[in-house]
């Protein structure tokens, strides 16, 4: 007869109290939607079946996830402080799975947490020279526009726009932005834009992350005018750059995210000046940590940020 493993007493308890994960993942749902019947037909559950497991969970904890108004059900402050850790904690096994996945045989995956319009404009159309290069090396994107807990959210490496300020990282300065002036040539024609005064009198689009760089763009030109922060403002380069296609106004733009419609004349170049804003570009990487894959792609980026 096989002898039983022994289990402390902390064992036993752990295996006691700690819920399953479709409890947990029930709970998780009911508490994004606030709605038992909106969680049941995600997880394809019955309502019961859902309510069952929330009371489980509350039964573990020692007490009340929900409470009922009506016919709706509202998040306790307990359950609320749970579902906003838990959703990172079930998110980060999700990605675990997936990354084991992605890594197949080779066992080689990093998650990269990086800036919509850098990840589309300058690094993915550039990923193939990578892959081809370092074929076992999976790569997996998300995109975040402000700094998190790298460690908490399971990310191998960030790209960052702004200050050498994220605590509890190793940053590596990838580099500086330098913007241009540009429009489509349909515009450029239509308002008879030939000097940088010129762009005083005309509409401009924004950027709401650089609020002030038209304003600094004519005080480094010489150009005094009080309208430079008049116009249409948006909060994506993707946007700025789409308005500007479409003659929506001139735009302060960086060379990289560009390339594209400077080759193919869908935006042209209204002056030769250029200026470099007091942010820059960062690779992030969480601290005391040693990734040889990791290593790879922030040197692979590096030399196309020299080669470019």
Known sequence: MEKMKYQSPAQKAQRRYLPSY???RSFECAARHESFTLAAEELHLTQSAVSRQVKELEDTIGTALFRRVGRRVLLTSAGRNLASELSVDLENIRQTVL?????GASGAAIRVATLPAFASRWLIPRLSEFTALHEGIEISFATRLEPFDMSRENFDLAVHFGREDWPGTEMELLCSETMIAVASPEFKARHKVASIADLAHVPLLHLETRPTIWEEFFAKAGVTDRRAG?????????????GAV????AALLPTYLIEQELADGSLVLLDDMT????????????????NAEVAKFAAWMKRCVRDS
């Open 246 to 249: 479409a003659s929506l106004g």
């Open 22 to 24: 479709a409890v947990l």
């Open 99 to 103: 990354k084991a996945i992605s890594a």
């Open 275 to 290: 200026i470099t804003t007091g942010n820059s570009y960062y690779l992030v990487r969480p601290a005391k940590t040693d």
């Open 230 to 242: 008049a116009g249409q403002y948006f909060d994506q380069f993707t946007l700025v750059i789409a």
